[in-house]
């Protein structure tokens, strides 16, 4: 059973209630993750004073945490020196396909008729991204190559859709360190020095607990630091830009149910804070039951494989998109599901590329292999079989598995359980229109409310690419903040 508090919609204070005013600036914005700066530097380009209140120690967030692929494209600069042809239609046709069901097409519009742009924009806060191409599959690359395929772009069925082009973008760092300061650390190196020469008042250990409301109109925010409650006045605007809530596991329970008990990737910040307190003055929601769940293990182990489910049946292409695969591993498989290969499969991998994984079960035969693995019998074998005679001509009439990581099985056989946890975060939440401004229950915009980033439904619905989020959050953090200068 939830505990109700922890999910229900935050109740905003009356203007009214209000004594004074602590501080106030022209645009204040909640969190300081790659939304929240995106969002104060485009307040600032629009001319306007920006409060940043974020409840940790520091800026940062999942944002600094992440591999720092942007996705990004349309023929980017990146993209051309490294000889791949993109366009804006490319790349909108993909992420149709691709972030659906119910995909945010008029976001996706902007988004990527306005890429390029997007790009440059970056480049001028100071990233770089270095004109070379990471061919090997993998979740990020461990080099400081600028250019990655990271939604399945180039797999079935979105090969067969759309021409394929790279358009994960990846921050150029010196000492790389994978999961520890990789790009989303560099990115937000950058954003933070560019928030920081605009003159922003960044206000760390700062929690926003309430919106303030004027007649329909927020006005401003009630934060809390080390104990005690202030009112901060916001003269245009609140960007609410405080991230998701994979780390409010009572929100999970209730809206996505299928990544309860699964590693939540992110900060403790992630606790839907933002999106609450959007409900509590009406804002509309959507696309909550959604989540990234990346599949514990790396690509180039799984590329080769055989992935079955708990009745050994194959349910997608092994080369695909790893998010994908574990999305499709924890909402239809219900996160069970295992690797097969042979012993060829394993030693053709890298040891550095296999992640100290190791066949749990090894078998002589195939008959073996499954009672091993407790799958149904004659399960696996009917699936390796069919596996086995399509590869041999090259071909996977099932899933299209492309033909370089199509090759027959053989004994020895062993199997690798992908049971968890698989890493996610959430997809869904308030409303926006494409400058940001949160829709309210009846689709007009709650005057002076703003959002981006996770806290909100940006570019991926359901389906996810690796760099959607970074790539909307800045985007469309930028977008919101202009907006809320404007108003
Ligand atoms: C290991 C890892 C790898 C990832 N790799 C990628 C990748 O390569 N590409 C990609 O696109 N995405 C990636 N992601 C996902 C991506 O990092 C996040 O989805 C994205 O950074 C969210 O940005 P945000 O600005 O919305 O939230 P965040 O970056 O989380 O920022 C929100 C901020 O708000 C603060 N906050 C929370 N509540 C309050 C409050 N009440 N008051 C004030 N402040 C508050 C938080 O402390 C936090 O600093 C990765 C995530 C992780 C953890």
Known sequence: MSNLEAISPISPTPVSEVASWEAESDVVVVGYGCAGASAAIGAMEGGASVTILERAGAGGGASAMAGGEIYMGGGTPIQKACGFDDTPQAMFDFLMAATGPSPNEEKLSVYCDRSVEHFHWLVECGVTFKPSFYATPCWEPPTDDGLVYTGGENAWPFSDLVPPAPRGHVPQIQNKRLLERSGGWELMRHLSATVDKGGAAVRPDTRVRSLIVDDGK?????????????????????????????????????????????????????????????????????????????????????????????????????????????????????????????????????????????????????????????LPTGSLQATVETYNRFAREGRDPVFHKRQEYLRPLEAPYGGIPLDGPYATFTLGGLVTTIDGEVRGANGSPIPGLYGAGRATWGIPSWGYASGTSLGDGTFFGRRSGRAAARS
């Open 218 to 374: 927020v006005v401003g925010v009630i934060a809390r630091s080390f104990g005690q409650d202030f009112a901060i006045r916001a003269r245009r605007g609140v960007v609410l830009a405080s991230g998701g809530f994979a780390a409010n596991k009572d929100m999970v329970e209730r809206h996505v149910p299928a990544i309860a008990g699964q590693m939540a990737l992110g900060t403790d910040g992630d606790d839907g804070t933002s999106i609450r307190l959007g409900q509590g003055v009406g804002a509309m929601v959507a696309h909550l039951d959604a989540a990234e769940a990346a599949l514990p293990s790396n690509p180039p182990l799984v590329y080769p494989s055989l992935l079955v489910n708990q009745f050994g049946q194959r349910f997608i292409n092994e080369d695909t998109y790893c998010g994908r695969i574990g999305q499709m591993a924890v909402f239809h498989q219900q996160g069970r599901c295992s690797l097969v290969l042979d012993e060829a499969i394993f030693e053709s991998v890298p040891e550095a590329e296999r992640w100290g994984a190791r066949p749990t079960y090894v078998a002589a035969t195939l008959a073996e292999l499954e009672e091993e693995m407790s």
